[in-house]
């Protein structure tokens, strides 16, 4: 038995198999829909990491010609 929580509408759902639920993780087609939609007119982003890598302290440099 499988339990879960649509994410879009908070509903709680138990089915045997995930086949039993083919808009898994979702409840029903609409909250599927709606969903997407957000992803759709931005109401959903992922973040973009901003700050520039940090430098390692006083690496030696290879000099392989020397």
């Known amino acids: 038995m499988i339990k879960g929580r649509c994410p879009t509408c908070s509903l709680c759902f138990e089915v045997a198999s995930i086949d ?29 990491d901003v700050a520039a890598p940090t430098p390692l302290p006083d690496e030696p440099e290879n000099d392989e010609g020397e």
Do not use: A, H, I
């Not at 039993?20 to 029903?28: A, W």
């Not at 909250?31 to 973009?48: A, I, M, N, Q």
């Open 20 to 48: 039993d639920l083919p808009t898994f993780p979702f409840c029903s087609e609409r909250c599927r829909l709606v969903d997407l939609g957000r992803w759709f007119d931005g109401t959903y982003t992922v973040p973009e």
